[in-house]
Structure formats: structure tokens, C-alpha cells
């Protein structure tokens, strides 16, 4: 299961949109469990990892999926040199520890498992383990974090009400051109002119309408888009390989991003 803890000794890049900083840090003063909700690429991740480094919290990030049981979540008992022994997984480490837990896209996950949330995610902030016979209180400064995309909602996929109600939401989505064109800029290191035309093309893909288009020009892709043009390629080369060969596999919808790509992105 893909894991990662993070101790950030500098302030990961992020820049405000609204008063999300604000809400967050409200939230976890008050022991009050997080969902944030935006589409992909927009920036949730970045914007938990700052958190936490504002916070001077560990961070403890799962990638969930729709194989993730609640062992996975919770631990198992594992044999070592012919001795059982427990092993906690991510989420009881990071109540043991007093840290950040991000589940991300979480309703990717199955809802028998999201269940185990319920007492942790509420006042009782207690993760019961059932294989150990013991309940575990959340250590101070523990708070749980949850994202996903309401684009990819379903009737199978989908946060429970009684979730979804023991949580804080935060809604995102992507930045104001001038904020973009910044982010672009910083984290992929080309020049303002060539982040300025990027964002314009981002901007423009997210305007269509279109069935065949499953995904739009996100910050994230505009962001490699720079850096595989800093490494040499020309922006609109850049902008073929980064946004509209990933963004979609028909022809049609792919010819057409080239065009947008030749006309806000001229070779010369």
C-alpha cells in the first residue's frame, strides 16, 4: 500500500487561494477532522504537507484504493523468525504519534473500511482495535485528513452521510490566473511569459465541453509541462507530451488539444 511519511525542514510551495489556512488550522486547534474536496491536480496535497509543516506536525500520507482493507489501514499480525507479532499500519502509527494521517481519495477505498473512521473522525477521537482487544485515544495533535473528487463521484463511489457529517469541509479549486501563473512559474522554473501562455492554455481546455475529455488541464500538468520545458523542449513540445497525450487516448479529442496547443502556444 502506498505510503509516505513526510518531515519537512522547508515550507513546501503553496499559495493561499481563500481562507483554507484559516479553516484548517481552526479545525485542528478544535480536534475536528478534515475533508477536502476539489478536483484532481488542484493542489490538496501540497496544501496538507504545508499544513503540516506550519502545524510542526509529521505528516502520514495513504494512497487509497479500492483494494485497501482495514488491516491495511489499521495493522496485522505478521510472523517474524517464527514469532507472531503486530505491526500498526499508517493510521494507528499516526495516533500513536500525534500525527497528520491525509488519506487521499478516499472514497476509492471500500466503505466497509472507511467505517473504522467513524470514532476517530468524532468527538471520541478513539481508533478501537479489535485484533488487539484495546481502543487507542488519538495522542495530542493527531488529525485526520480525507480528499477526493467529486468529479469522479458515483452512486457506488461515494463518502457515506455519516462520514461525510463528522467532518470539516474545505472546497478547492484551481487558482485565479494570476496565482497560477505564479505556482507555474515557482515550481517549474520558466519565465513568467512562457507560465503566463501555459495557464491560458489550462484555462481555455477547462472551458470545453466535452464528453471524451475525462480530465482537464490541472495545475499539476501545466506545472510538468514547464519543467519539461526547462529541460529543453520547446513549451508547445512540452504541452504535447504533458497535457494532451495524458489527457486523453482518442484521436479526435487529441488532435484537437494539438490545435489549442498551436494556437496558445506558437513555436516561435
Known amino acids: ?151 469522479y463521484q458515483s452512486v457506488l463511489k461515494d463518502l457515506k452521510d455519516s462520514t461525510r457529517q463528522r467532518m470539516v469541509a474545505i472546497e478547492f479549486g484551481y487558482p485565479t490566473a494570476d496565482v497560477e501563473e505564479k505556482i507555474v512559474e515557482k515550481e517549474s522554473g520558466i519565465g513568467h511569459e512562457q507560465a503566463a501562455a501555459l495557464v491560458r492554455l489550462g484555462q481555455a481546455i477547462r472551458r470545453l465541453e466535452t464528453g471524451g475529455l475525462r480530465e482537464v488541464a490541472s495545475t499539476r500538468v501545466l506545472i510538468a509541462t514547464g519543467r519539461l520545458a526547462s529541460a529543453g523542449l520547446t513549451l508547445s513540445e512540452a504541452a504535447r507530451a504533458a497535457i494532451a497525450g495524458p489527457l486523453s487516448d482518442d484521436p479526435n479529442i487529441t488532435s484537437g488539444l494539438n490545435k489549442m496547443i498551436d494556437v496558445y502556444l506558437p513555436t516561435s
Open 1 to 151: 500500500m502506498p505510503t509516505k511519511n513526510i518531515n519537512a525542514s522547508t515550507r513546501p510551495y503553496y499559495v493561499a487561494v481563500a481562507n483554507e489556512e484559516q479553516v484548517f488550522n481552526a479545525a485542528f486547534r478544535q480536534g475536528l477532522s478534515i475533508l477536502l474536496k476539489g478536483p484532481t491536480g488542484c493542489g490538496k496535497t501540497r496544501f496538507v504537507e504545508a499544513m503540516a509543516h506550519d502545524l510542526g506536525r509529521p505528516l502520514i500520507t495513504v494512497s487509497c484504493h479500492d483494494d485497501l482493507t482495514t488491516a491495511d489501514l489499521v495493522g496485522r499480525f505478521h510472523l517474524n523468525g517464527g514469532k507472531t507479532e503486530w505491526v500498526d499500519g499508517p493510521l494507528t502509527r499516526a495516533v500513536r504519534e500525534g500525527a497528520i494521517c491525509y488519506l487521499d481519495e478516499v472514497v476509492e477505498a471500500r466503505q466497509d473500511t472507511t467505517v473504522v473512521l467513524h470514532p476517530l473522525a468524532d468527538h471520541r477521537r478513539q481508533l478501537p482495535l479489535e485484533r488487539l482487544g484495546v481502543t487507542l485515544d488519538a495522542a495530542p495533535g493527531f488529525c485526520l485528513v480525507v480528499s477526493y473528487n467529486p468529479g
